[in-house]
Nanobody, 115 residues
């Protein structure tokens, strides 16, 4: 069993910054990727960013140049640094870990960006 706990969400004005953290614990063995998705009210969940065990990153076009995903392998933690936030970034952000053909999800962190 794998547990993911997100933190760092909140309310911020447009143009501001937030950093989300996701700590993974439990039976984590081998190679796994981690990432962030988000879901705004009335919308489908969408990919924000992913990072492989080797540090290869991928970003949604909407966040490129503004968001940075980083992982700390020693701590089994992944971070999402969000800069130049826009009101359209408002959503629940979910951490995910892909291991052994299964995707684990966190409980979500709410991010609200006011205009």
């Amino acid at each position: 069993q794998v547990q993911l706990v997100e933190s760092g969400g909140g309310l911020v004005q447009a143009g501001g910054s937030l950093r989300l953290s996701c700590a993974a614990s439990g039976r984590i063995f081998g190679i796994y990727d981690m990432g962030w998705y988000r879901q705004a009210p009335g919308n489908q969940r969408e990919l924000v960013a992913t990072i492989t065990i080797r540090g290869r990153t991928m970003y949604a076009d909407s966040v490129k140049g503004r968001f940075t995903i980083v992982r700390d392998g020693a701590k089994n933690t992944v971070y999402l640094q969000m800069n130049s936030l826009k009101p359209e970034d408002t959503a629940d952000y979910y951490c995910t870990l892909a291991l052994g053909g299964y995707d684990y999800w966190g409980q979500g962190a709410q991010v609200t960006v006011s205009s």
